[in-house]
């Protein structure tokens, strides 16, 4: 009997062990986050998770819409102005969406420098730059308008643009395929050429890609000047 009981016990420790060691080199085997993968909440932290694990853990419902309800590829949210602005308005010119909050103490301030630089370098020029508040209770068109004059933003080519945060969640996902939430947003801008179609996804804080994001919109405007 103590035999049998040595014996069960030496072959349920080796399947333990086994486990361990499958589960172990499963780890090892996981790639970490990517550049295009950070996604920042409003301590700054980093979170490993994917787009589709990030939509359907945050916001199942932007992910997973009912099926009365149709795919969003417009929208229309309101400016600092108090006015209300859609995505046909936008039509025309290039113009680079992306997702902030007004009390971020760091990723959003880096970000909106990075936009402000962008305005700089083509100020006077067709292109417009399209802020989206993921904290709009917060983020009331006053308070954009306080924050925006930090940024030098100029009214007629930088916009912020704010409105109920479960349909910006469905803004960012369906018509920019950005998960959002409140307080939540990643590094990408979002260029979208003069027609309305997203030309590309850059991400600000790698050199590279920032100035490939210049050099596109400058190709851009070109070509709807030719």
Known sequence: MKKV???????????????????????????GPTANETVYTNEGARDGLTENEILDVQNPEV???????????????????GEMVSSEDLLGAPYVVSFFFSSCPSICV?????????????????????AISVDPQTDTPE???????????DASQWLFLTGDLNYIRRVGAEVYRQPVNKQFHTERLVLVDPTGKIEGFYNWPEPIQFE????????????EGS
Request: glycine share 4%; hydrophobic share 40%; aromatic share 8%.
């Open 212 to 223: 490939q994001l210049k050099e596109k919109i400058n190709e851009l405007i070109n070509s």
């Open 110 to 130: 880096q970000q909106n420098q990075k936009i402000m630089e962008l305005q700089d370098e083509f100020q006077g020029r067709d292109v417009r730059f399209v």
């Open 63 to 81: 992910s997973h819409p009912p099926d009365a309800e149709a795919w969003l590829s417009r929208f229309e949210l309101m400016e600092r102005s």
């Open 143 to 153: 308070q954009l308008r306080e924050y925006a004059a930090r940024f030098n933003a």
């Open 5 to 31: 009981l040595r014996i069960s016990l030496i072959l349920l420790s080796g399947v333990l062990l086994g486990l361990l060691l499958r589960y172990s080199n499963h780890r090892s085997q996981v790639n």
